[in-house]
Structure formats: C-alpha cells, structure tokens
C-alpha cells in the first residue's frame, strides 16, 4: 500500500509539471503521444556472488509531445523536432534469484525522456533516447536481515538510461518499435553500501498520436532565427554535497564479521560535506553546443578520518609511503555543455594535476576504491535565469570511472 500511494504521488507531480509545460508552451491535446513498453534486461555486474538469475522486465508508460514547425522553435528545429515524454516505470528486480536469503525489491521510477530522430523517412525513423529521473527503492541494504543486497542502500536514488531506437509509422497515428538501452540507478554515494545497479537490454514499444503525423514537415530546413551570442562566455560554480567514505566503510563495516556489529558499524558511518569552486571558459559556436575548458577546486573535510581509517583496512606502511592527506585538489577538465532554451546538459572530463588522498595504489584498486584515481567525470543539468544576470542552478554527479563520488547542488554566474 505505501509503494501504490508513493507511485501515485509521483503520477500527480508528473502531470501537474506536464500540463504546465505544455500551457506555457501554447501545445493543445492534439500535440500529444502516448505510449507504452516492455523492457527486457539483465544486470551486466555478473560478478555479484549470490545472484544466480539477472534479467528483469521493466515496464513504462508515458505521454509526450512534439513541437511542431508552426510553433517556430529554433531550438526544437536544431535537434531535429525531437519528442519530450515524462513517464513512469517499474523494474521487475524483485524476480532476481539468490543462492541465500538475500532478496531484492522492484524498482520505481518517474523519469524524463529525450527522444531525437536522426534519420527520418515516411515509414521508418531512427536515433537515439536519453532518460533522466528518480527512483523510489522499498527494500534497502540491511546487513542482518538482508546482506546480500549490497547494492542500493538509500530509498531515493537517481535514474539515468541512454540507447538507440529505430520505429515504423503504421498510418497516420500508430508507431511501433525496439530500442537497445543502457539503465543506471545510483544514490550517488549518499550512503553506503552503493554498487549500484547496471542494466543493458532491449525493448519494445508502441505509440499512439492524438494528431496525424506528416514526416514532410520535420525534415524541411525552416531556417528559425539563431538568438545565441557566438564567442567565449566565463563560468564561476559554487558547489557542495555530501558523501559517504568507501575507505571507511572498508574499515569499520566490511571488516567486521558478525551481522549485528556490521549493522551498528553502518548506523554510525557519517556523510561528510564536499564543496567545490569552479572557472570555465567556453566557446559557443553554435546555438546548441558550447566547449572548453574548466578549472576545479575540491574540499573534502573527511581527511583524518580517511587517513585513521586507511591504517586500519590498509595497514600503517600502506599510509606512511603514500603522498598523503590534503583537503583540496585541483583538477582541470574538458568542458562540453549543449543547450535547450534556458536549460543545458553540462559535462566535464577531468585530471588531477594536484591530489593527495593517501593510499593510491594496488591495495585501493583491489579494495574497489575507484575514487583514488588520477581523473574524474561530471555530469549534470543547470537551468540559467536571463532575467537574473545569467545567474545558474545545478545539479550532476561527480565520479570516478563511473563510479559515483557526491551528489553536487550548485549556483554559479555566466559573464
């Protein structure tokens, strides 16, 4: 009963945010499309020791729009008038099988989805989709009653899926087709323990629009004024999250043996505060892409408890012959951001030219602890606010080999 109302909480906030974006953007009943999937997948993480069968059905419907050409929207012309769906889904995780007492729920999701056709002809089309949501877990990691489920520990988490499609217009209204999808769930590191589950699979969907569709009309050139200011624009982020220490949880939960201490050991794992400073300088060569290149500083308050902790799991030698403990790192990335109105997908692949976090060798690699490595990955959304001086907010996922580091929430300015 509190998944049914915690689902239908999710279907109203969806349909309000819905309605209220078509309404601002003068798009009637007819613009609409409605679907509905079966997807089916498997945990690519076939290492897992106890999981004896990893493929799992997801289920999804979702309603869309596609802005027409009449609506005259340079950006919707650019990225070749895609569809904009919001749905709900639910993955069928909980038909996992163990070899123990371990069991895991289904999952629930309310997502955004990007769908961009790059080729299109009267009968077929093809390209790619993009997910963006949250998550809702029932049955988290519990080291007593459940402690093979190690992999999602929080009861929100975030959702991201990206893949390829190719569909079939069946008359005027109806389409049909199958997609090959990549699905990641994460909490981003708030708590642990966080493998996180990746799933890769393929699906079938159908289609149905409340207006005819006319290929003709989203493959001319309409040549829609480009409002963008070309040339180099400055950046300064301010932001901060919290995160949970692999190397302490390696330390005081995963050495220890009996069920009930390893428990109280998690209780106590605190989430340190991370913050961050950042100075891009990108160049907008177009009214969709902008690239260049960033500067980051990183703060991490944990540094006596990462050290205390490392000589406990590692060993004294292991610490005394690293380079040591300093709470800032600097770090300089390739910096990509794409743009929809006000809203873009900002990207950053970075380096460390200056990190000191101890232990960073054989023994972390071998322990998991992919946070010690030499680069970092982020990726996220900002909205900016013209009206405010180009102010920003943000939001993304800072990791290391896609493995997740913190949550960031930032604010930045565009000069």
Not at 26 to 37: E, F, M, P, T, V
Not at 104 to 112: E, H
Not at 263 to 269: Q, R, S, V, Y
Request: a positive charge.
């Amino acid at each position: 009963m509190k998944n049914f109302f915690t689902y239908i909480i999710a279907i109203f906030c969806l349909s309000v945010g819905f309605a209220s974006s078509a309404k601002a953007q003068s798009i009637n009943g007819s613009d609409l499309a409605i679907s509905a999937q079966g997807w089916y997948g498997f945990d690519i993480e076939k290492s897992r020791p106890n999981l004896t069968s990893y493929g799992y059905m997801n289920y999804e419907a979702a309603v869309g729009i596609q802005t027409k050409p009449e609506n005259q929207n340079p950006f919707a012309e650019a990225f070749g008038f895609p569809l904009i769906d919001i749905g709900i889904s639910i993955a069928r995780t909980g038909n996992f099988k163990f070899s123990d007492q371990t069991h895991f729920p289904n999952l629930y999701s309310a997502y955004g989805s990007f769908e961009r056709s790059i080729l299109r002809t009267e009968h077929f089309s093809a390209g790619y989709l993009l997910n963006f949501g949250a998550t809702y877990n029932p049955a988290k990691y519990d080291p007593v009653n459940n402690p093979g489920n190690n992999w999602l520990s929080a009861p929100f988490m975030a959702y991201f899926g990206a893949g390829v499609f190719g569909k079939l217009h069946i008359g005027k209204r109806w389409e049909t087709g199958v997609n090959f999808m990549f699905r990641h769930f994460s909490n981003g590191r708030l708590s642990l323990p966080n493998e996180a589950l990746n799933g890769m699979g393929v699906g079938v969907f159908a289609r149905y629009r409340l207006s005819d569709y006319d290929h003709k009309k989203y493959t001319t050139k309409y040549g829609f004024e480009r409002n963008y200011q070309r040339g180099m624009q400055y950046m300064i982020v301010v932001g901060g999250g919290v995160h949970t220490c692999m190397a302490e949880w390696n330390a005081y939960v995963e050495r220890e043996p009996d069920p009930v201490k390893k428990a109280e050991a998690a209780a106590k794992l605190k989430a340190h505060p991370k913050f961050s400073l950042s100075f891009d300088a990108l160049y907008r060569y177009s009214m969709r892409y902008a690239t260049g290149l960033g500067v980051d500083l990183f703060y991490s308050s944990n540094m006596k408890e990462l050290e205390a902790s490392d000589r406990i799991f590692y060993g004294n030698e292991a610490v005394d012959r690293s380079p040591g403990y300093s709470p800032l790192s600097v770090g300089i990335a390739v910096v990509q951001e794409v743009y929809w109105r006000n809203f873009a997908v900002h990207v950053a692949i970075g380096a460390y030219p200056y990190r000191h976090k101890g232990v960073n060798g054989p023994e972390a690699k071998a322990a998991g602890d992919r946070e010690r490595g030499w680069h970092y990955e982020k990726a996220g959304i900002r909205y900016y606010f013209p009206k405010l001086g180009d102010t920003f907010v943000g939001f993304a996922i800072k990791s290391h080999s896609i493995k997740a580091e913190y949550l960031e929430f930032s604010v930045g300015v565009r000069l």
